[in-house]
């Protein structure tokens, strides 16, 4: 069996292993007599209760985060058949071009087109997962000259570009693309850990005397982004984008690399890398590199020109501290922007009912489609993207700085 069919996220498979769980519970003290001189069959009760309990816990903590649709996702397969996407591409995307009928037939129902594909960054060579999100205007004739904008979408630890598709985010680009809340956007979905996975989280950064993240994800996929998928080059056209740990790595990468980005949104992210059970010391003791990888200390340190977007929730405590700091640390040209919100807690339910004002809110500050060696103005360009009105739905604080 493909292991990518099996659903971690599926209500009616959650409902089997609890009541499997509860049988299991239930059996232990039923059985516990009958049982007197079975002492392995005992055992045997007890570890089976155990292991459903843990397996429980387990699925609800996954379909609250949304860290997994799949086994084959938990285990790092690769296999992405039926997982959100419409089509498998060659390695970097070299075989797009024959993407063309189906790009075209989904645009005529107003859908973009997801793929999937391997990519290897030419300055760190590693080979990772990335889902690429094409809009339904991508393969229209009329923009066969104009370069679109882009979102590096970065997924929260410990998840890869399958949860794409689980958040919803083909729907809710097509239609914020057609209400024109968001100019035609090209997404870019990468896989931020590489395998493994669980017990691996690298916040998107280059390890000290360990893997490249940042280069990956920043250099590397740019540079693919410009040559393959045909974006525009211009840092207002750029924006990264993520939810926990993602959000931290959007905002520390568009602050350490604002020559390329302009905008970085951020839901439910933090300050600065963790130290825990599941993020080892990526720096390795150097302090300076910490420092250079500390949100807080580059907004007032090294302010650029860049437009950031930092939510959290009234139930986020860390988060929203994290973000009040920033706040106060920033210095112009920096413009940050911060909006505190009703929420659910620090899961996937917060963030999803963020994402059609998070798209608005990239839209009204990335550019529209313009052709090649021409620079589309923030708002209008070549084609009329009216600036929607920014702000979230219930928001409690929308503070610049």
């Known amino acids: 069996m493909n292991l990518s069919s099996i659903r971690l996220d599926s209500p009616v498979n959650m409902i089997v292993v609890v009541v499997l769980t509860l049988l299991a519970i239930i059996a232990v003290p039923w ?11 005992r055992s045997a009760t007890i570890l089976l209760a155990v292991v459903l309990l843990v397996l429980t816990t387990g699925m609800a903590g996954n379909m609250i985060g949304g860290f997994f649709p799949t086994v084959g996702s938990l285990l790092g397969t690769g296999v992405y058949a039926g997982q959100g996407t419409d089509a498998e591409a060659a390695q970097n995307g070299e075989d797009l ?7 075209v037939a989904h645009a005529r129902e107003g859908k973009g087109t997801v793929v999937h594909m391997k990519v290897t960054g ?19 004739a009329a923009y066969k000259e104009l370069r679109f904008p882009a979102i590096e979408w ?4 410990p998840s890869g570009p399958e949860v794409f598709a689980v958040y ?23 896989d931020p850990t590489g395998v493994p996975k669980v017990g691996h989280d690298t916040e998107c950064v280059d390890e000290v005397n360990g893997t490249a993240n940042d280069t990956y994800l920043t250099a590397d996929l740019r540079d693919w982004a410009l040559q393959k998928l045909g974006v525009a080059p211009n840092r207002q056209a750029w924006t990264i984008a993520g939810w926990s740990s993602g959000g931290y790595c959007a905002m520390n990468l568009v602050t350490r690399h604002p020559q390329w980005y302009g905008q970085a949104v951020s839901v439910s992210g933090y300050d600065k890398a963790q130290i825990d059970a599941e993020t080892e010391d990526l720096f390795h003791g150097r302090q300076d590199i910490n420092d250079a990888n500390n949100v807080r200390v580059n907004v007032r340190l090294h302010p650029s020109p860049v ?22 640390a920033a210095r112009p040209p920096i413009q940050f922007t911060s909006w505190r919100i009703p929420d659910a807690g620090h899961n996937m339910n917060t963030f999803k009912s963020q994402i059609p004002d998070v798209l608005a809110w990239i839209g009204a ?6 052709p090649a060696g021409r620079q589309a103005e923030t708002t209008g360009g070549v084609l009329p993207w009216p600036l929607p009105k920014s702000g979230a739905h219930g928001a409690l604080a929308d503070t610049d700085q």
Not at 97 to 103: I, S, Y
Not at 154 to 157: A, D, L, T, V
Request: glycine content about 4%.
């Open 31 to 41: 059985f516990w007599d009958r049982w007197k001189r079975k002492r392995l069959w």
């Open 97 to 103: 071009e024959k993407l063309r009928d189906t790009g």
């Open 122 to 140: 030419r300055r760190t060579k590693l080979t990772r997962d990335v889902t690429v999100y094409l809009p339904p205007q991508y393969f229209d």
């Open 154 to 157: 970065i997924p929260n630890y």
């Open 168 to 190: 919803g985010m083909p729907q809710q680009l097509d239609a914020a693309i057609a209400r024109k809340a968001l100019p035609p956007t090209v997404v870019i979905v990468p």
């Open 307 to 328: 437009q950031i977007l930092a939510i959290s929730g009234e139930k986020e405590n860390y988060e929203s501290y994290a973000i009040d700091q920033i706040r106060a």
């Open 365 to 370: 500050h990335t550019t529209s489609p313009a």
